[in-house]
């Protein structure tokens, strides 16, 4: 497809378990950006991947987040031991090197129950 | 790190009245991007500003990257019930590959 593409659209996981968000950007896309969105709340951010520069992790909010991009391409947002308070629509959005307008998937919501 | 002040939170206006919201910031910023969001979507790319000063149009909006590169506002005119949504403001630093950052959006709900 065109545009970014999230998967799964949901998710539903029990306390403790571990899940992995996927997100394909935009063919040709070097920039990737992972954001969480807790219900009624702003964008807050959690990594920034640029070409092959180190990724920016600095809005991880625990040890339990983790995020790889292979090849340049397709990335993975991993939560380990998955806590109630990670339940928010996980957003992905991807750029070109140059410009700065991201453009967004539809969001993986995740259900923490 | 750097931050957006976006306001209002949230507005409750008639249909057909003009909207205005605007961001501001601490830091400066070379890039201004404002998205909507509607429920269950990703923000939708509205209008990107590139240089201070600069005014952009699409449609029923306009947006403007303030003179001192530290604030940017957004009008919706005329608005209408498909106007409905949380509106963003974002900004990229003054270098380029720099994370973009968000305001807190502003809520905005229109009454027939």
């Known amino acids: 497809g065109a545009g970014v593409s999230q998967s799964p659209s949901n998710k539903v996981t029990e306390k403790g378990k571990d899940v992995e968000l996927r997100c394909d950007p935009i063919?040709?896309?070097?920039?990737l950006y992972w954001y969480r969105q807790s219900l009624g709340q702003g964008l807050e951010f959690l990594i920034y991947?640029?070409?092959?520069?180190?990724?920016?992790k600095s809005g991880l909010p625990s040890d339990r987040f983790s995020a790889e991009r292979t090849g340049g391409s397709v990335s993975t947002l991993t939560i380990q031991r998955t806590q109630q308070e990670d339940s928010a629509v996980y957003l992905c959005a991807s750029r070109t090197a140059i410009g700065a307008e991201a453009f967004f998937g539809q969001g993986t919501r995740l259900t923490v129950v | 790190g750097q931050q957006l002040n976006q306001s209002p939170q949230s507005m409750f206006i008639q249909e057909g009245e003009d909207v205005s919201m605007n961001c501001t910031s601490s830091s400066i910023f070379n890039t201004w991007l404002w998205y909507k969001q509607d429920p269950g979507e990703g923000p939708v790319l509205l209008i990107a500003l590139y240089k201070a000063g600069e005014l952009t149009s699409n449609g029923r909006l306009t947006a403007q990257f303030g003179i001192t590169r530290k604030d940017s506002f957004l009008n919706i005119s005329a608005s209408i019930p498909s106007d409905v949504g949380i509106y963003f403001c974002a900004g990229q630093g003054i270098q380029g590959a720099q994370k973009l950052v968000f305001g807190q959006g502003t809520r905005l709900t229109i009454n027939p």
């Open positions: 991947f640029q070409g092959n520069s180190a990724p920016d």
């Open positions: 063919s040709g896309h070097t920039a």
